[in-house]
């Protein structure tokens, strides 16, 4: 059999969607200035799908420093892995002030976040060691495990019972293999935009012995009274002892950080696979990073302006009777009572009747009968936007609890 006979015969749970979907659901193309308002298909809709949090996106600071950076030093420098060839000055300097601003000894440079998570992990435990792990969590934590050749076992989402139960089961196992245990968690779920339950968590660090890592890549620059992270919003940045960032979010940029005590930063500057054997941060990226946090720590406006946006967004769906589950973050879902079939046509009229172009998930990222449509608040929505959502939404609720979403004839259909 030719190996490549799956691309035809099954081309993967997404990609068996491709002729129905891309360039509409999957693959759309959003055109203008990163803003509330872009264009997808010709006109302009309001945006509710992008993780630029803070709105740095398109801020002029940070498109100057971006462009300064590419004109100064173009994107090919430093050239090589950080080890061999691909060190620089601002490298350093930009880890240094990453660590001061999320409390830690040190931090190290991450060329994606995905890549960093996978390489963390995969450095961290050896096969004595155990994971346990949120049965929520994103797909680089997922495949960071599959680097694992020790155990681990998963706990049902923020379910401590069971997390203690699993902890049990992993102590008796590294007491026979003399390794160690590692939990990792979200900050904020990206997904639902509930918290992990970091304080509970660490409670449970005076039963047993663990190391508790958290991926806070929508944490970072969002939660805490810095804008530090989600363990700054529980005061419990002591008690995390690794803390991952991306700079794929608040940061708008791309790549990513490692945070811990010293020694951690240092074995991990060894032995993350992905940062020795790839080429290090183009220069753009770094120097665009430092000014960037510098708006962070310097603008606090960013964060209230974020944070006036998810309140008045939340709110008000809530009080015009929408359930947006347990959100303790901007991630602000909406559950709809549904399958693929109404969320593709409530997908469709909220784009083409409302100008609304917002993210939808259904069955089996989700439990079955349920949708849920993603809106991600952001610095440079207002409260227009968020007053024309909200009655937007529960115009869309009466339709669908008026079955008007059976119509076919608006549907763009997925098999
Ligand atoms: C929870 C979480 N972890 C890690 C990542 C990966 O980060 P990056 O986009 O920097 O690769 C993402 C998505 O971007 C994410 O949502």
Same mark, same amino acid.
């Given at each position: 059999?030719?190996?490549?006979?799956?691309?035809?015969?099954?081309?993967?749970?997404?990609?068996?969607?491709?002729?129905?979907?891309?360039?509409?659901?999957?693959?759309?193309?959003?055109?203008?200035?990163?803003?509330?308002?872009?264009?997808?298909?010709?006109?302009?809709?309001?945006?509710?799908?992008?993780?630029?949090?803070?709105?740095?996106?398109?801020?002029?600071?940070?498109?100057?420093?971006?462009?300064?950076?590419?004109?100064?030093?173009?994107?090919?420098?430093?050239?090589?892995?950080?080890?061999?060839?691909?060190? +620089?000055?601002? #490298?350093?300097? $930009?880890?240094? %002030?990453?660590?001061?601003?999320? /409390?830690?000894? *040190?931090?190290?440079?991450?060329?994606?976040?995905?890549?960093?998570?996978?390489?963390?992990?995969?450095?961290?435990?050896?096969?004595?060691?155990?994971?346990?792990?949120?049965?929520?969590?994103?797909?680089?934590?997922?495949?960071?495990?599959?680097?694992?050749?020790?155990?681990?076992?998963?706990?049902?989402?923020?379910?401590?019972?069971?997390?203690?139960?699993?902890?049990?089961?992993?102590?008796?196992?590294?007491?026979?293999?003399?390794?160690?245990?590692?939990?990792?968690?979200?900050?904020?779920?990206?997904?639902?935009?509930?918290?992990?339950?970091?304080?509970?968590?660490?409670?449970?660090?005076?039963?047993?012995?663990?190391?508790?890592?958290?991926?806070?890549?929508?944490?970072?620059?969002?939660?805490?009274?810095?804008?530090?992270? +989600?363990?700054? #919003?529980?005061? $419990?940045?002591? %008690?995390?002892?690794?803390?991952? /960032?991306?700079? *794929?979010?608040?940061?708008?940029?791309?790549?990513?950080?490692?945070?811990?005590?010293?020694?951690?930063?240092?074995?991990?500057?060894?032995?993350?696979?992905?940062?020795?054997?790839?080429?290090?941060?183009?220069?753009?990226?770094?120097?665009?990073?430092?000014?960037?946090?510098?708006?962070?720590?310097?603008?606090?406006?960013?964060?209230?302006?974020?944070?006036?946006?998810?309140?008045?967004?939340?709110?008000?769906?809530?009080?015009?009777?929408?359930?947006?589950?347990?959100?303790?973050?901007?991630?602000?879902?909406?559950?709809?009572?549904?399958?693929?079939?109404?969320?593709?046509?409530?997908?469709?009229?909220?784009?083409?009747?409302?100008?609304?172009?917002?993210?939808?998930?259904?069955?089996?990222?989700?439990?079955?009968?349920?949708?849920?449509?993603?809106?991600?608040?952001?610095?440079?929505?207002?409260?227009?936007?968020?007053?024309?959502?909200?009655?937007?939404?529960?115009?869309?609720?009466?339709?669908?609890?008026?079955?008007?979403?059976?119509?076919?004839?608006?549907?763009?259909?997925?098999?």
């Amino acid at each position: 059999m030719d190996v490549f006979n799956k691309c035809v015969v099954n081309p993967g749970p997404l990609g068996k969607y491709a002729k129905q979907t891309e360039g509409y659901f999957m693959f759309p193309k959003l055109e203008g200035e990163l803003s509330n308002y872009m264009m997808f298909e010709g006109k302009k809709r309001l945006v509710w799908s992008l993780n630029n949090y803070l709105g740095l996106g398109n801020h002029p600071e940070v498109r100057k420093a971006d462009a300064d950076a590419a004109a100064e030093w173009g994107m090919a420098y430093p050239m090589g892995a950080r080890m061999m060839s691909g060190q +620089t000055k601002y #490298h350093e300097q $930009l880890e240094k %002030e990453l660590a001061d601003f999320v /409390g830690r000894e *040190a931090a190290y440079l991450l060329n994606y976040g995905y890549q960093g998570m996978v390489s963390i992990i995969n450095a961290m435990v050896d096969r004595k060691d155990v994971i346990v792990y949120d049965s929520e969590a994103h797909a680089c934590i997922i495949d960071g495990m599959r680097l694992h050749f020790g155990k681990r076992f998963v706990y049902p989402h923020n379910n401590m019972e069971n997390l203690e139960r699993e902890l049990e089961r992993a102590t008796k196992i590294v007491n026979k293999t003399g390794g160690g245990i590692l939990v990792i968690t979200e900050g904020v779920y990206g997904m639902s935009g509930d918290l992990g339950k970091l304080d509970e968590i660490v409670k449970l660090k005076k039963k047993f012995n663990f190391r508790l890592f958290i991926d806070d890549a929508h944490g970072f620059g969002t939660m805490g009274p810095t804008g530090a992270g +989600t363990d700054e #919003h529980f005061g $419990l940045q002591n %008690e995390v002892d690794l803390y991952f /960032g991306t700079f *794929a979010k608040s940061m708008a940029g791309i790549g990513g950080f490692v945070a811990a005590k010293k020694e951690i930063v240092k074995y991990l500057q060894y032995n993350m696979r992905s940062q020795i054997f790839a080429k290090s941060l183009p220069m753009p990226m770094v120097i665009g990073a430092l000014k960037r946090l510098e708006l962070l720590r310097s603008q606090p406006e960013h964060k209230d302006k974020l944070w006036s946006i998810v309140t008045a967004l939340q709110k008000g769906l809530v009080d015009a009777g929408l359930n947006i589950g347990n959100t303790n973050s901007p991630v602000t879902p909406v559950f709809l009572n549904g399958g693929v079939p109404e969320a593709t046509q409530i997908t469709y009229d909220l784009r083409e009747n409302y100008n609304i172009f917002c993210s939808i998930v259904a069955y089996p990222v989700i439990p079955k009968g349920l949708i849920m449509l993603r809106l991600i608040p952001t610095a440079i929505h207002t409260l227009e936007d968020v007053d024309y959502t909200v009655k937007t939404f529960a115009e869309v609720k009466r339709k669908l609890e008026n079955n008007e979403y059976i119509d076919e004839i608006k549907v763009i259909t997925i098999e």
